[in-house]
């Protein structure tokens, strides 16, 4: 079974904050919008990771490799 989860990439002072809304606590940051999207692609499977291994029932999950520009910041 796969998800999809929406991730958010904010601009701010120190570079850039992106998280996953919908796993909570699921987050990361980059210096760069790049370093940004990889971090929290890694940080999504590590928190699936750990999930399915407490038994949550969330085996994978699907990130767009596009992105789309929202009021407020960046969708991947």
Do not use: H, W
Not at 22 to 44: F, H, M, P, R, Y
Not at 45 to 57: I, Q, W
Not at 62 to 74: H, K, M
């Amino acid at each position: 079974m796969s998800y999809k989860v929406s991730v958010i990439i904010e601009k701010d002072e120190n570079g850039f904050y992106a998280y996953a809304p919908e796993l909570e606590g699921c987050q990361s940051q980059g210096d760069t919008l790049e370093e940004a999207v990889k971090n929290i692609k890694e940080a999504v499977e590590l928190y699936l990771e750990t999930s399915s291994r407490a038994g949550s029932g969330i085996m994978s999950i699907i990130l767009s490799d596009g992105l789309t520009a929202r009021q407020g910041g960046l969708y991947v």
